[in-house]
């Protein structure tokens, strides 16, 4: 008898959330790392209740943004614990293919102001072109000139958002990506702040992000706090002393260099004072409460509204010169910071200095015992689970603590864990759209297509790159991110690579498809079990591969069929989704028009293999991590 449709959804909801599932299959070998003698293999912290094959199946799965053909093969020759290592080590890591493919792209090669300089924002060319006549009229030219001029700042765009995804895909240091992600979202901007934002975000992932994730976090938060984008971001680039303050005199330029780090020669007097209170506003803060609330101490860490002002008043001056032209580098401006004594957290900052006042801030937030403990439940709640085992967050506190925030030292502490090896840990973490993404192309040995297209599936399935308005990021946990339109969304993904909608990718290119293109369908079934799903699936997923039919899209079509003025409000173009900001969480299910645009027309039905590995990536097991 066929299950009504509200109960197979209710039980295909609850098991995205539910763990378990058998030994990854096997595949054929493809190695592509190899581990040098010097390298030392951790050891193993406690009894691990996954099986050997279930651990490199966690791994994979955890520690990587999914398993590519031949992943398995490569991790269990190496064994668990010494590629643990090598990824704990991503300088010993060769990753010349990745590194190839960025070099060719201009946004990662190119400065932040002189990209702002070569495709400046259309509005800025408008302004000059109404300057030149009538500001109601355009000419012909002028209008063709101003339509070629989007190509630039959208080039820009999608070379941050797509290299995002390139990244994860190509690179063979897969624990530094997931941890460039972690960190992305932990100390996360906005693409539509304002026009300079987007052309700083490609050096914010390369040069700031990127290079600091497995290292201290002290030296990763002032890079942070440096970066153009964050500065921006959050408005400290204007903030400065209020009027009533006392500011620093600037040493001229020839005199500069006796002056230290600080570039100051004593204070302003009250007139000098006035005159740039008049030309500049006051203390902006925006940097300084998120500092405390979410990059360090946690919202119930122990400050008050007291330190959040003097925290930022210990930032005044830190700032980079010209946004609006794209920018330049981090620059100190004496004129700008508040020279008064100031108590941050308890700590007295004496008067009359200038950087070294929020050189010690981050020194002090750093160090801070509310940090470690928030920096390690976050760490936790990545790799292990949404509500991480209060013993593993405590010894991932004392490693940090000990180490003096060493990233790559917790992370070890967590994924040599008896935790992150337990029965409850496996499949235990539902995957943000990023992931579902990702890791579907990794399995089908995707390609880079080089368009948006990928970025536009992405936003389409609810979080857009860089797209997210508020400075607390996406969620991290999977009851956020899945609801019944969020299940019908993913599984119209998994039918648009079934029907070979989504660039870059075929449903039937991987390696060991050749020899299931014409096999019976139960043995083409367990070759898509073992190939993408880890070697299980519930009888549910099975059945639903067996028949070619999920009763999810007979949902579909129902919602197709409601009356137009009885839906809800239906997305924008996709080309849009790149760049708004949803709900936070799971967004609406696409039906009718709206589907089409963000995945190509889905019917006729599919069959074959095809069908088999697109219903295998809208399955509750592929969903899951």
Known sequence: MQRPIKFVVAAAMASLTACGGSPAAQVEPAPRM??????????????????????????????????????????????????????????????SRSDQYFAALESYNTSSQELQRKYPPPNQLLQRLQAKGDRSRLSAADSTELREATAGPRKVTI???????????????????????????????????????????VQYESKVIRPNSLGKFRVLLEAVAKSP??????????????????????????????????????????????????????????????????????????????????????LTGWTFPRPQQGGGAFEFNPQMHDAGAKVVLGHRLAAGRGIEDGEDVLDIVSRHPS???????????????????????????????RTDGDIRAVVRTIITSKEFFSRAAYRGKVKSPFEVVVSALRALGAQPDGTPRTAQTIATLGEPIYGHQAPNGWPETGDQWMNTGAILNRINFGVAIAAGRIPGV????????????????????????????????SPDTRAILITGKNPFLASAAALDATPEKARPKEPVDPDEAMMMLPEPGARPPLRGPARDRAFGKLQPPFKGLALIVGLAIGSPEFQRR
């Open 159 to 201: 070379e941050a958002q797509s290299g995002r995804i390139d990244r994860a895909l190509l690179s063979e240091r897969q624990l530094q990506e997931v941890m460039t992600d972690f960190w992305l979202n932990h100390f996360s901007v906005y693409i539509q702040k304002g026009p300079p934002e987007r052309y700083q975000l």
């Open 506 to 537: 075929s449903p039937t290119s991987w390696k060991g498809a050749e020899s299931l293109q014409n096999a019976p369908i139960e043995q083409q079934v367990d070759g898509v079990v073992g190939a993408l799903l880890g070697g299980g699936v």
């Open 34 to 95: 190899t581990a040098a003698p010097q390298d030392q293999v951790p050891a193993e912290s406690g009894p691990r209740e996954q099986t050997a094959d279930e651990q490199v199946n966690h791994l994979l799965s955890r520690l990587t943004f999914g398993a590519r053909p031949g992943d398995v093969e490569a991790v269990r020759a190496m064994g668990v614990d010494k590629w643990i290592d090598l990824q704990l080590h991503p300088e010993r890591i060769d990753d």
């Open 371 to 401: 940090t470690a403990k928030f920096i390690a439940f976050k760490l936790a709640r990545r790799f292990v689970s949404d509500t991480p085992p209060a013993e593993l967050v405590e010894r991932a506190d004392e490693t940090f603590r």
């Open 229 to 314: 984008a964050m500065l921006f971001y959050l408005d400290n680039w204007e903030s400065q002393a209020d009027s009533n303050r006392p500011r620093l005199v600037p040493l001229p330029a020839a005199g500069r260099g006796g002056a230290g780090r600080n570039g100051r020669g004593g204070l302003l007097t009250p007139q000098q004072q006035q005159q740039l209170a008049r030309r500049r506003g006051g203390l902006n803060e925006n940097y300084g409460r998120e500092l405390l609330e979410l990059h360090t101490l946690g919202v119930d860490g122990g400050y008050t509204q007291q330190d959040v002002i003097n925290v930022a008043r210990a």
